[in-house]
């Protein structure tokens, strides 16, 4: 008993000397672990002086939500047997008869992505919800063997009931239905989708659930993906939830976006990706129908070569980034792209400046409202720096346009639902078709023309002569745009 009073004596004497100590041992520790495994200077900098002016809760922060634990997770999750159909076996390279110009382009690309370049695809835009939902209902009320479905949003309304609905058919008549959708996006929606899915027999799961214990550690991370495929037949990809708002002459509050129907070999490499996540998930290795070439195709071959990018805080890890700096490399002209959130990092801005610098031509189209006023602040205060060198920024005066496109030249494409913001390119879990078409490329910059009739260019004065408080406001949260 004398011995635990001189104890507490003790404590009560010394205990800010203890904490003190504490503090001091666990920021160096912490600070150790910053600098041996995080590669960004500026981020690195952040979490040490986090670490050090909060005493314990800097450190706190940093071993939950700044170590990727994604992607050793990712690499016990992911079997090789998941792998063999999906990347590239082949020593030599194909190059689909494509312009030599890009050939340089396709030999780096495969050292970035291993996966392989598929011939003979279409891909087919789809503009809006009015258009893109109901043929995506009609695919799902044709499926004879299997469907999965992947969404960042799904809500529970008048046009997530359709989807419910249609999914509930077909898993009467006997198909197979597996539905993935994301712990954050998804909200207090899971819950009734669930329940009535659940209640029809169709298997669903949520990738990084925000309310498990287990996965509190990985709140910050999202399934961005949105793809659906059937049968081996038919995939849709691209940037649009299953969500009313999407339908453009009925919502409220519309919102803009392009989608995808795809059809060809590359419909394996999108359904791979679902495999992934889905066993990521739940543990359970599904069995999908690969692609089968049919008459009719054969007859009407189509033009489109293409492959999947998937990337994420996991092994894919800067996939997007990597692709992009390397289709800028061999511009020659243009330089087309649209996206809801434009805060490229010091890479690609540099990547986009070389283009402009020898000649390319570079024209962005973004909202001039997004649905995150807080990006809207820190895409102001970046015009001044984005616009140098000849590179021009459109603002599109429609309701929010969600649509992303990258355009290069009259044959590269990028679509999908990569964004050019930290979140997509650090921190969320994307798929998007990199794709070589003169016809495609035409559809999208026709598209591209058609939303900047419909866009005012940026002037730097008009930013430049904005109240000072704007330009302080602006200018703070641009320090913390890799977070938002």
Known sequence: MQIFEELVQWLSTHWVTIIVIFHISLSFITSIHVLLFKENERTSLAWIGLVILSPVIGSLFYWLFGINRIQRLAQKKHPPTLKQDFCSTEKTIKFHQLPKSWHSAIIAAHTIHPVNYLANNSVEPLINGDTAYPTMIQSIDDAKYYIVLSSYIFTYDSLGRQFVNALARAQQRGVTVNVLLDGIGIGYSWLKIDRDLKKMGVKTARFLPAISLTSFRFIN????????????????????????????????????????????????????????????????????????????????????????????????????????????????????????????????????????????????????????????????????????????IYQNQRPFDHSKIVIIDEIWSFIGSSNWDARSLELNFEINLECYDVNLNAKLTAFFALKKQNATPVIASEFNDLPIYKKIRNNLFRLFSPYL
């Open 221 to 392: 991370l999202r399934n961005h993906r949105k793809t659906l495929c059937i049968d081996g037949e038919v995939a849709y990809m691209g940037g649009i939830n299953i969500s009313k708002n999407n339908i453009i002459k009925a919502a409220i509050h519309p919102i803009d976006d392009i989608h995808f129907k795809v059809t060809g070999p590359v419909i394996d490499q999108i359904s791979q990706v679902f495999i992934e996540d889905w066993f990521f998930a739940t543990g359970e290795l599904i069995h999908f129908p690969y692609w089968q070439p049919n008459t009719a195709e054969q007859k009407n071959r189509h033009s489109v070569v293409a492959r999947v990018i998937q990337d994420g805080p996991d092994e894919h890890h800067n996939r997007v980034r990597w692709t992009l700096i390397n289709a800028l490399v061999c511009a020659n002209k243009s330089v087309k792209i649209m996206t809801p959130y434009f805060i490229p990092d010091q890479t690609l801005m540099t990547s986009l400046h070389a283009a402009a610098l020898r000649g390319v031509s570079i024209e962005i189209i973004v909202p001039e409202h997004s649905d995150v006023i807080f990006v809207d602040w820190v895409m102001a205060a970046n015009f001044s720096r984005i616009i140098k060198h000849g590179i021009k």
